[in-house]
């Protein structure tokens, strides 16, 4: 129960940023907005706004949608002759089905938007005020028989770039080893004022990650320690520390990408997809070590929840910019039916998938063997 409060923290962050995009884009084109909910089920709490717009909080806090003037649920209808035929002309300016195709498409958009840039400026944040870790990364020990000492890395290696990914700090090369997808991972290493390349095939073990959870993780066999024993965290100014976030939301962008292709493939390791209640736990965890943790886990999960909802599954925002796609090559929307046809689709995938990583968190907890 004490991870409950900072995971109902997060989510509601998180997912009120999201909503905020859809909200603020909607609103700069004219469209009407009746309900923005932060939650599902029974409302809790809630008013109205001058604009006539139902803010509200609900039991169920895995989620939130903003509800335009006018659709029958929180998606939108295509049939634009019978919702002439409903609504004066005043009321049809507010209709989000009858804007143009591109602001609809803005307006969709721009909530997996608004994650990133919650992203973007959670790091900056941090990496201005507390500084990123810039401490050049050296082979400390290769652990004999180990896939390192069988590709030959050797003590005091300085590890200059792992799959063609820059090594700018010390806990980078766990987390490029961890996310690589390449059977053998590329290391560049400095020895003697000369970059070698070298390839190490890692191994798959069961580990703990910082946190002390159960994860399978690629080993290779090294230990590192700080390039002359010296720590070294910069503070940037706004210029480089926005430079650095970018290139942090792209690498977990890309990295995430690049997994979820792996487990579509099925050379990932499926066991490491959560959901709400490993989210929950890891939250709570990373909490207990101050604000900036707890910062920096909100950054993350709102990448995840941005590009998640990009994905072109109906229901979530990248279903409905797929079928904005369909409308833009048919020169028409794709009749309700069909749009009906493809929720259904989209729910029973969605549900698939919450069941998939329930079972994996349930299991994580060690309720299911």
């Given at each position: 129960?004490?991870?409950?409060?900072?995971?109902?923290?997060?989510?509601?962050?998180?997912?009120?940023?999201?909503?905020?995009?859809?909200?603020?884009?909607?609103?700069?084109?004219?469209?009407?907005v009746?309900?923005?909910?932060?939650?599902?089920?029974?409302?809790?709490?809630?008013?109205?706004?001058?604009?006539?717009?139902?803010?509200?909080?609900?039991?169920?806090?895995?989620?939130?949608?903003?509800?335009?003037?006018?659709?029958?649920?929180?998606?939108?209808?295509?049939?634009?002759?019978?919702?002439?035929?409903?609504?004066?002309?005043?009321?049809?300016?507010?209709l989000?089905?009858?804007?143009?195709?591109?602001?609809?498409?803005?307006?969709?958009?721009?909530?997996?938007i608004?994650?990133?840039?919650?992203?973007?400026?959670?790091?900056?944040?941090?990496?201005m005020?507390?500084?990123?870790?810039?401490?050049?990364?050296?082979?400390?020990?290769?652990?004999?028989d180990?896939?390192?000492?069988?590709?030959g890395?050797?003590?005091?290696?300085r590890?200059?770039?792992?799959?063609?990914?820059?090594?700018?700090?010390?806990?980078?090369?766990?987390?490029?080893?961890?996310?690589?997808?390449?059977?053998?991972?590329?290391?560049?290493?400095?020895?003697?004022?000369?970059?070698?390349?070298?390839?190490?095939?890692?191994?798959?073990?069961?580990?703990?990650?910082?946190?002390?959870?159960?994860i399978?993780?690629?080993?290779?066999?090294?230990?590192?320690?700080?390039?002359?024993?010296?720590?070294?965290?910069?503070?940037?100014?706004?210029?480089?520390?926005?430079?650095?976030?970018?290139?942090?939301?792209?690498?977990?962008?890309?990295?995430?990408?690049?997994?979820?292709?792996?487990?579509?493939?099925?050379?990932?390791?499926?066991?490491?997809?959560g959901?709400?209640?490993?989210?929950?736990?890891?939250?709570?965890?990373?909490?207990?070590?101050?604000?900036?943790?707890?910062?920096?886990?909100?950054?993350?999960?709102?990448?995840?929840?941005?590009?998640?909802?990009?994905?072109?599954?109906?229901?979530?925002?990248?279903?409905?910019?797929?079928?904005?796609?369909?409308?833009?090559?048919?020169?028409?929307?794709?009749?309700?039916?069909?749009?009906?046809?493809?929720?259904?689709?989209?729910?029973?995938?969605?549900?698939s998938?919450?069941?998939?990583?329930?079972?994996?968190?349930?299991?994580?907890?060690?309720?299911?063997q």
């Amino acid at each position: 129960m004490s991870y409950l409060a900072p995971f109902i923290i997060l989510i509601t962050v998180v997912v009120f940023i999201h909503e905020y995009g859809h909200y603020y884009v909607a609103k700069k084109y004219g469209v009407g907005v009746s309900d923005f909910s932060i939650g599902f089920g029974k409302e809790i709490i809630g008013w109205h706004d001058k604009f006539g717009t139902r803010w509200k909080i609900c039991w169920i806090p895995l989620g939130g949608y903003v509800k335009f003037f006018g659709d029958r649920n929180v998606f939108s209808e295509a049939e634009q002759a019978e919702i002439l035929k409903k609504y004066s002309i005043e009321e049809q300016k507010k209709l989000f089905v009858l804007k143009p195709l591109y602001q609809r498409s803005l307006v969709v958009a721009a909530g997996p938007i608004a994650n990133f840039i919650l992203a973007f400026f959670i790091f900056t944040f941090i990496y201005m005020f507390t500084g990123k870790d810039m401490t050049p990364a050296v082979i400390y020990e290769v652990q004999n028989d180990s896939p390192a000492y069988i590709a030959g890395l050797k003590r005091n290696d300085r590890i200059i770039s792992i799959d063609n990914k820059n090594v700018e700090s010390i806990l980078q090369v766990s987390t490029f080893i961890s996310t690589s997808t390449s059977e053998s991972i590329k290391f560049t290493v400095l020895r003697n004022d000369q970059n070698i390349i070298l390839y190490v095939r890692p191994k798959l073990t069961d580990s703990e990650d910082s946190l002390g959870n159960k994860i399978k993780k690629r080993m290779v066999g090294i230990k590192l320690a700080p390039f002359n024993n010296e720590i070294n965290n910069v503070k940037f100014g706004p210029t480089k520390a926005a430079y650095h976030s970018i290139k942090e939301v792209w690498f977990v962008t890309i990295t995430s990408l690049k997994y979820i292709g792996s487990i579509i493939t099925g050379s990932g390791d499926s066991t490491q997809l959560g959901g709400p209640i490993r989210i929950a736990k890891i939250t709570g965890q990373v909490a207990e070590f101050g604000v900036i943790p707890f910062l920096s886990i909100m950054a993350y999960i709102s990448i995840s929840l941005g590009l998640i909802n990009l994905f072109p599954i109906p229901m979530l925002d990248g279903g409905h910019l797929m079928f904005y796609l369909f409308e833009k090559i048919l020169g028409r929307p794709l009749k309700q039916r069909t749009q009906e046809g493809f929720f259904r689709i989209g729910l029973f995938l969605l549900f698939s998938l919450m069941f998939f990583a329930t079972f994996n968190d349930l299991k994580d907890l060690g309720l299911i063997q």
